[in-house]
Every structure is written in structure tokens, then in C-alpha cells.
């Protein structure tokens, strides 16, 4: 910690996440001149221009190769903290041994978000050391920085949160912490998200012809987040309904959370109740919900390719009822961007470093 | 009534309502040989196929024009019932005079479909004769043909229901009416639309740059529909929130319906519910919800370019949260479509004719 | 033929030519209470709305089976005419099986639309039996009714034609045949589809997050709709450059084509020429090229979910340089809709008929 | 000059490419702490956040205003460079009274990039003052870096160019000054934009309904570019044939432009001519057209929020035909990554700050 830089690497650049995490590592104001090593499951290296050409400078290539992965090779570049933009299954694998070897790790995966064993249960892992696993479980951080910031800092595994997670659980965390929710009224919490967060893999519903103007819900009452949500919001399965759907866009999420309040609230103290909670947190943007108008609402068009999380709300003149909007970029604040917030944090860096 | 064939009129084809109506009464098999009678604002006659390209034969056009309105056209034509796809305030202060003149009308504006004054309030329209208009009003029956069938037979004025609501009132109307729906709990309509229902009008957010790649709650706790949702359902404002989306598609409409059961109910009392509740409604499709996968519910891509509203639903394993999908395509069953059905029940023709 | 009716099989109906070509043929006014025998590959039979959900009625199913492949089944339905859209190596193994069997064939692959063997090569075709094949090759009609109306009316096998085929050819024929075009100053053909081209397959291509947002050219200078335009113009390989582009919509193709006159033209003489050419053609819409705006230019919008193949063009003011724009639907009029046409001649039924 | 730093401002920041514009002066590493002065048509100073939500930081703005135009506050905040991201009839007016003040201008619009007369015409300008209009006009510099590099660094007047004109002449130029290219026979460019090269203002053809699913080819042989590839290039008008089609994307260029060789060439020549004239050129990329497969050709997604301009070909076998492809972003190397690299040049900074 408090180093001036620190060695990283990454391993699945060749996803949507993992190039936006190039993409900002290789920018980072603290790693200038320390490219991360790239690491995949090629037996032989490949060119990191190759898999994204969006990434060439002017000479069609940035030199940087996608080496084959072991632990020796990390070992030899003096790598510090490693990126695991992998699959659950083999995050879940390579954590302990990467813990094992000294890594500090940020794992973009749902591999090690989930406390509760039933939580965790629809991700099907077969872990090969049960016991081993706990103990790595029990020091996993849930990398939300507006929510653990002081345990990230600490952490030598972080594990980086779900997009829709972070969406719902930063709608709702200033209301359900104050304790003004009726959560026998039930939350609706009704996501969109585009097309990236269905990753790479060329499927049916990944097709442009199946995606391209339409919209579909999918996984309901049955999405893996929903545990990151329970968890991190303290709630019962039964008082939040959480239900996804596929967006005709490339990226971005909005999800539309209805509450109800216990007792009637102004618009100006939910205002002020969600400001005073993200006070201290640089990539939460409050839109302001006190007009009548819907224009100061978050949209995806104004946090796509930023890092920030924008919230805002409206009330109905019952003074009750309360539908609060989040919008954040899947592949950034969804992903790749909390995760160098996570790295920031890890190093003793302010938190936004390389975010702007 | 109980004609073979009629005589109508189209004022306002140069909407996307409008040109989907006019291509539906040009292939209905009753009008063959019997073209609308087109007219519009112009001072001069335009040829439809200026307006809409797509609408030419190969001779590049179809000869259709449309014709400077006036009454006096109407009726040397010999018009019977006349179509308005017509801006609010222009349906208002058109349908008395239609009247007057003998014409029976479908109105697709949203000018008739109110009851209660306060519901209509939105709008702001200025009636020019009070009186006359609570008379027109107090005939006026709600277009929605799986709620109204008996009525729309013999009405002289169908107020053709909005997109929004036909989409949230067929999902809902089964369960409400059945006494299912614990309406303490609140229900909660989360509605996505494609960009036509947003009109011709080029505006900031009918602009490509705003609406590609975006999605935008508007209108919350303030959409015109919602009047229609209330007075057609029966319920208070409190107790049903629903929140207009604009989607990046040209056209259609999901609506998520969220509603809690009073009592726990399997999802085979819920599917026999819906589909004895539409049995004799040949436009609603009802998608069974009993697997766990989400394979059968509806889907934009599903029902857009029919005249279908497709209905499928989830329930918790609770067996109290239900979430109702709902699809339709906003100019078709939420416009152009229904009001074609609406024209085949004034005439005593069979429901679904020329929407297959 | 001149039959009242026949009777039809679609294999292949999973795809998208596939899905339309059932759409036209349910529908087709001479097919009425003789639906298709749709067969496929899987074992076991297979609901048609299962694959495709939104050819379900109100009852959620249309009841029809795709059946097990068989040549017994074809038989025992008293199959007279079988459309294939089917993988090229499919067709060319299967054509003249069916043959043999006394069938027609509408083939809408690539595999004998092609007479030269070097044209083919880009297939990679093996045939078994290598002088049948030949034979079978020898009785191949071109189905592109505009210029092979009369064959096709006779033939046992017509090959239909490609989608961009179809739109270069008709765009160029007329003024080709006249002897207008300067070869020696090569004709350019600037070609771009939407994404059904590319087929059903999830491949890396037809990701949405490849596609959507994007643009990009391929198979430049090696496409296999080539050979069809050097064949059915009568063109030398270096007369014609053709180059297709990947669009992100769903369905449409647009060709730009330049040609350089060998002497000047008026524009009245160029839509004179394309207009007698395409006199007795029902399927194709001449655009007025004559005013000095590209308002009446084909785009996609017009001709898609349409069966025309529109043309349109522009002049330069040296009346040496013409540029020529056609647009159809990849599905229709490049597809399913063609296939339909053919079917209409072979039969000896109106060539438009179920197509309007 | 040489200076460590400068006062910019920027007039017309409420346009696409004036937000790119505002984005990459606010993030430029010479300007930190300088930001640009803003200013509008506006009477009253309006917050630059609530034009552009998405520049916000997390407290919701960034305490930029727009202010009223004036140019006393120009001075009085002691701007040196002036942006002018405004209509061409507002530059045209404007450009003489800035240099009159002292002021040097980088000009966006397309007032002052063409020098004859005749190709000016399309614009319709009318200078109140013509003989200062011709002073001005000859001092202006085209400002295409690759091609005026020196002419830029001394230039008191920059008139950035326009964004198919920077696709097509970067394509062309190393070709046609190599004396390769064969004018007799004619070059084809044909080019594809975003919606955004149309601007903000809502229109019939900017509308998400026209624009979308759907590809128009748009002022045939009377684009305003053309004038600027002649000079450029110093082609005669019937030597060059350039089409624009609008693609339903928000930005991004692909120029597919099609030339013959005088003699054969291979396609290392052309690569080698190619790379090494832009040998000094940073935001050129070539990409190598050696491989028989296109995967190396430049596709939209790859130049996309990049100041690339990314070029690539592909030779037939005759040695004699080749396609060159060329890629953008219209809002960037097309319009305000452009003007950035202008101002570091006129700064004498290097050509790529701020633009990686």
C-alpha cells in the first residue's frame, strides 16, 4: 500500500470487460510505463491488437502481447495484484492459488461475491478444497467502494461486484439503511441492460437478429445477482423482485426501483438522504429529483463510458411512494472501472485515479 | 350494421398510425374495391404515395390521394365511418360535427376516452360547446374490444384506446377482476415503448442521436394513459404506479407487470384465469408461464407487425408475486390494428377480420 | 400447369428465409387449406411456433408440425413442389434426389444457380456422382423471373437467386442490355445488407456487439454472388468490382452502382429504359430519377417487407456518369419472396400472387 | 509559439461536435486549470452541465457556464484561440471580426476551407464586406494535418475540414500524388455516416423512425465535400464520384473508395506508399491489406472514439483495381479530435496531446 505504482496483470482481456480494463490500466496515471502483463489461454502469445484493434496506435500495433498463462510467468514480471476477468468457474479454481503464490487479487467474476452457501448455490461451483474455500470465502471483500471502502483498502481478495448488483444496491442502500422503506410492500426492482453484459460468446440471444429491436425479460425471479442484493441490502428473498431484460444496445444499464416509505417523505429529504450517504463517494452522481419534469433524470446515454453511478428519483404526491432511477455503464462501473476503483483503494490511490 | 362492405374515410394518414391503417383497409378483404376516402390538412391533393413510398405499386404509385377535408367530401363520397388519426385537441372539437353529420367514428386520438373529468384534465382541452361535448362523451364507448365487445357493436363513437394502456389493462383486467390482486400492495407497471409512439413530429427526443443507444424513464407519475388504466381497472391512483420507458426500437411495447396475490395461487390457476378470461378474444395470445425457463414469455420481437397482444407470466415461489409480461405493438393492437377491430364489430363482421 | 392448387413442402424452415417463406406460403391465397409439409432434421417432430413463436395464433399454436425429413413422407403427402432452404451442400446433394423422385424444386441456396464451373469453385462443391450432377446443372433455371420468366415457367429446378445478386442484376440489366455502359471504364457496385444475411448461425459476425453501431466491408473482391452477376450480365471478371458491407439493421439490402455511359444520356432516356425493360414485371418500382434531389431515390425503409426490388438513379451533369440505387428486402424479393414469384410461374399463376 | 499553455474559448458547445470539443479541452494535459471560456447565443449564462449532463462530475456539475457571446468577455478573459463550432453563415460572418481582434481562430464549420469560388457556391454565402472576405479566404490554412502540417503551425485562420472530406482525401492522396492512380478511368468513393454528421437539429431525416433499420444515399453528385476533395486532391469534378448514404449509427464514417491503377502494382507497393507517406502522420493507421481475408480491413467499431483515421485496401488479382477503405469518428478526426490536433500544431505542441 501507499506504493507510488505496483505491477498488475489480467487475465480474459479478450472479453468486454477485460478490454475496458486495458483500455484503463494502460492509461492509469499510476502505472504509466508498467503495462499490465496480459495473460490467456493461447499456447502461444498473441498480439494484444489482434484481439482489439481499437487498441493499435498508429503504428497498427501497441507491441503488447497476450502471454501464455502460468504462475512462474507472473512471478518472474514481479506482478503485485491480478485481474481475473475469467470465467466463475475458473476464478473459483485460481483464487486460492493465486493467494496462495501472494497475489493480491480483484476477481470480476461472481466466484467469490456470495457469503451465504444457498446464495451461491446457482453458480453450481465444485470447489476441489472445501475447506480451503471457506477460508478464502471469509477474507473476500464485496469490492463496492461506496459500501466497504475501508475493507477494500485491506483486502487481498476483492470481488467485484455484479453490474445489475451495483445498479439496485446503490438505489437503495441510503433508503433501506435509513430504514424508511416498507419492506412489506415489497421493492420492484425492474433492470435493462445491453447486449455486453451477455459477454462474448456468440449465442441465440447474443445474435443481432434476436437482440436488434426487441426486448426481452429473462432469469426471472431467478437471476445470480439477486444473492449480491439480499446480502449487501440485508433483505429477505420475499421482499425484493428483481427482474432483468435485454436492451437493443451495446451498453448500459437503467434500473427503475419502486419503494414505498413508511411514512410520507419530501422529495428534499430523499434528496438529501441519498446526498449525505454518497458524500464521500467520487463516482456517484445524485440527479436531482425535485422538479416535475422527468429532464434531471438519469438516462444511459449520460453514464455510458464513465464510471459513475447516477441516481436519481421522483415522488408521487402521495408522499409514500417513490420510484428511483439508476443508470451506470456495465463494462465500467459495472466492471472493469470498479475494479480499478478496488485497485485504487487497494494501493492507498484516491479512489476516482484514472476514472475521469 | 351487418353489412357487406362500407364506405370509410382516413383523416390523418401521414402518422405512423395512420399509414399502418391505411395499409390495413386497403388489404381488408370487406373494402376491396372500396378505398378509403383520404383526407388531410393540405389545400391541395397529395398522392398517398408521396407520403409513403412503401405504399406504391409498381407503377410507383397507387393513384390514392388525399384530399382536402371537408364535410361536404365526406358525404359525396358517401362516408359512413369515419377514421381520425388526429391530433387530441383536433378529435375533440371534430367528433360533435362528425356526428352531426350522421358519420359513425373511430377516433384514435385520446380526446373520448375519459369518463372522469379529473382523468381528462391532462389533456386541457377546451370544449367550445360543454354541454354538447358531456353528450358526446356520455356516448362514447372505450375501444377495447376484449373489455366492450357488446358496446362497440353498436356505438356511434369508439374512443380507440391508448398504447400504453391497452398493453397494462389486458395484462391486469383477469387478475383484478378475478379479486387476486392484493391492491393494498400496490401494483407496479414498468412500461418500455418503441420510438413511434412518440410521434412524427421531429423533436429533441425523437432525434436518432437522443433515442439510439439510450433508454429514459419520462412522464412518471404524470402519463396521460393512466386515467385509462384507472377508470378501466377500477382502481385509485395509489395503488398502481406505472412508469413509461422509451426504448431504441421503432416500434413496440413490454410492459412488466408486478402484482401480489392475496392468496397463494399455482401458475396453473393463473394460466386457466387468463385464458378463460380471453377465451372468446381472438386477439390475445396467452404464452403459457408454467416452466421455470423464461423460453415462453412474451417478447417484442413476437408480437410487433401482428395485431396481437401477448400475455405471459412468472410467479414466485412464494406463490404470491406474479409478474405479468405483456407485448403489443403500438401501432397495431395500440392503435391502427385495434381500431380495424373496432370497425369489424360496428359492422357486424367477425373481430379478427383483414388482422391475420 | 394452370392447377387450381398444389400441394407444397418447405424444407429448412428453421432459418430466416425459412420463417418468411412459411409466412407467404400460410398465407398465399392458392395455398388456402393446403399448408406446407414443413420438414427439418431433428428426430422428432417439432412444433412450427415453437421455433418461431410469433407465427402462433390466439390459441398459441397454428397446430403445424415440422415433420422428420423422409422422402416417403414427401411422397405419401402428395408433395408436388419442394422449396429448399437448406446449407448449399444440402441442396447439391438433395436436388437430384428430388428430382429423381418427380418433384419441382424451388432451391433458394447457392448450389445451382451457376453454370460456369469456375464460378462454383467458390463452393467447394463434391459431387457424388459427377455427370449427374452435370445433368441436373443443364436443367437449372436462373430464378430471376425478370429475365428468365418463360424458362422458369417449365422448369423441374429453379435455382433461386442470391440477395445481392438480385439487387445488382436488376439495377444493371436494362442498361447493360441496351449498350450503353462503357465496360472498359468498369462498373462499381457499392453493396450493403443487414444482418439476416449472414444467417441464423451465432457466429462472431452476427454478435450484436459486433454488428450493432457498426459498418465494415467483406469478402472484398471474393464474394460468391459475383459469378451470378458475371453470368447473368455477360460481364469479364475485371468489368465489375463488387463489394458487400455488413449494415446493422435486422433486413435490407442497398446497391449503389455506378456506370459510366459510352455516350451522354438524358435522364428522361435513362427511366425510359429501365421503365421498358421492367414493363411486364410486376416486382420491380422505377423510381423517378428526374428530379435534382434524392428525394425519390429507393432506401431501404420502402422496400423492406415488401417483394419489390425498387430502382432508382441519379445523373451527373456531364450525362456521362450514372449512378443507379436499388433497394429490396434480403428475405422477400432476395429470398422467400422470389421463391414465391417462381413458384407462381411454375404453376402458371399470376407472378404477384400472395406477394402484394 | 511554444508556450507552455493558452486561453482557449468555444463558441457553439451545445452541438455534437462542440460537446466532443468541450470533453477534450477540459481533459487536455496544456490546459489544466485553463478551461475553455464557453459562450452562446444565450442571453443569460446557462450551466454547461445542463446542456451535457454527461460532463457533470459527482457533485452534479462541473461549474462550467455558457456564457452570452461577446467580444469584450473574450478579451477581457484574455483568449488567444477561439473555436468556432458554429453554422457556416455564423463563421463566415464571425472569422473576420475575431482576426480583427487579435484573435487566432480554429473554424469548424465550412465557411473558410474552400478557395475557388465556384466551389464555395453550394454554401450561398454573403459577405458583407467581399474584398476582406478575399483577405481572409487567402490567409486561411486547410487544416489537415497530413497534408499542411507547416502551413497549420504559422496559421492565424485554421478551417478544419470536413469530416468526408478528411475519409476520402487521406484515402486518395497518397495514390494520386504518387501519379498511380488512372483519373481517365474515374474514382468511385463511396461513403457512409453516422447520424450525428447531421446535427442536432431535429429533422424529418434525423428522426429515430427514418433513420433507423434503414440506409439512404443523400445529395448524389452535390455534396458540399466534394469542393474540398477537388482542391485537395486537384481532381477536375468528372474525375471523382462521391455518394454519402446515412447509417443508422450515432457516428462513424467508412469510405469505400475505388480506384485503378495506370500499371500493376503489388499490394506491398501500396502499402509501402501508403505508410510511408503518413510515416509523420500520428493519427493514421494503417492497416495491412497483404492477407487474402478481410479481417484487416478498418471497420467503424475500430475508429470509433478514437482521432484515428484508420486506412486499409485490397488489390484485385489484376493488379490493376483497389479498394481503399477508410474509417473515422465524424465527431473527432472528422471535427473536434481535428481542431484539437490543429490548435497543438498552432501551439506548437505535438500533433497527438491529448488526443490518445
Redesign the interface.
Known amino acids: 500500500m501507499g506504493k507510488d505504482s505496483i505491477q498488475t496483470a489480467v487475465a480474459g482481456a479478450s472479453g468486454?470487460a477485460g478490454l475496458e480494463l486495458a483500455r484503463l490500466l494502460l492509461?492509469h496515471p499510476r502505472l504509466q510505463g508498467r503495462a499490465p502483463v496480459f495473460v490467456g489461454r493461447d499456447a502461444e502469445p498473441v498480439r494484444l491488437t489482434e484481439m482489439h484493434?481499437?487498441l493499435?496506435?498508429?503504428?497498427?500495433s501497441s507491441g503488447l502481447l497476450v502471454e501464455p498463462f502460468s504462475w512462474e510467468l507472473l512471478q518472474e514480471r514481479g506482478v503485485e495484484l491480478l485481474f481475473l476477468a475469467t470465467p466463475h468457474e475458473q476464478s473459483r479454481s485460481w483464487v486460492p492459488e493465486a493467494l496462495a503464490h501472494g497475489l493480491r487479487v480483484v476477481d470480476l467474476s461472481g466466484a467469490w461475491r456470495l457469503r451465504a452457501h444457498e446464495n451461491r448455490a446457482i453458480y453450481g461451483f465444485h470447489d476441489a478444497d472445501a475447506a480451503l474455500a471457506s477460508q478464502v470465502q471469509a477474507k473476500s471483500v464485496y469490492g463496492l467502494p461506496e459500501l466497504h471502502r475501508e475493507c477494500i483498502r485491506k483486502a487481498q481478495l476483492v470481488a467485484n461486484p455484479g453490474c445489475y448488483a451495483t445498479s439496485v444496491i446503490l438505489a437503495l442502500k441510503p433508503l433501506v439503511a435509513a430504514g424508511w422503506v416498507d419492506l412489506d410492500?415489497?421493492i420492484?426492482c425492474?433492470s435493462?441492460s445491453g447486449?455486453?453484459g451477455a459477454g462474448?460468446a456468440?449465442?441465440?440471444s447474443?445474435?443481432?437478429?434476436?437482440?436488434?429491436?426487441?426486448?426481452?425479460?429473462?432469469?426471472?425471479?431467478?437471476h445470480r445477482h439477486m444473492g449480491e442484493m439480499l446480502e449487501q441490502l440485508g433483505l429477505e428473498e420475499?421482499q425484493i423482485?428483481f427482474?432483468p431484460?435485454l436492451?437493443?444496445?451495446?451498453r448500459?444499464i437503467?434500473s427503475?426501483t419502486?419503494v414505498?416509505f413508511r411514512q410520507k417523505k419530501e422529495a428534499a429529504e430523499v434528496d438529501a438522504c441519498l446526498r449525505e450517504f454518497?458524500a464521500a463517494?467520487?463516482?456517484?452522481?445524485?440527479?436531482?429529483g425535485r422538479g416535475?419534469t422527468?429532464t434531471?433524470?438519469p438516462?444511459?446515454?449520460?453514464?455510458?463510458?464513465?464510471n459513475?453511478c447516477d441516481i436519481g428519483f421522483?415522488?408521487?404526491?402521495?408522499g409514500?411512494?417513490c420510484?428511483v432511477?439508476s443508470c451506470l455503464d456495465n463494462l465500467l462501473k459495472g466492471a472493469a472501472g470498479q475494479a480499478v476503483e478496488n485497485m485504487n483503494l487497494m494501493c492507498g490511490w484516491d479512489e476516482a485515479e484514472g476514472l475521469?
Open positions: 468486454y492509461h484493434p481499437q493499435a496506435d498508429n503504428n497498427g410492500r415489497g420492484v425492474d435493462k447486449v455486453s462474448k456468440p449465442t441465440a447474443t445474435h443481432f437478429m434476436y437482440a436488434a429491436d426487441n426486448l426481452s425479460a429473462y432469469a426471472v425471479f431467478g420475499t423482485t427482474t431484460h436492451l437493443p444496445i451495446p448500459g437503467l427503475t419502486y414505498t454518497y463517494s467520487p463516482m456517484v452522481r445524485i440527479f436531482s416535475k422527468s434531471h433524470l438516462q444511459i446515454q449520460y453514464s455510458v463510458r464513465t459513475y421522483q415522488m408521487a404526491k402521495d409514500r411512494r420510484i432511477v475521469a
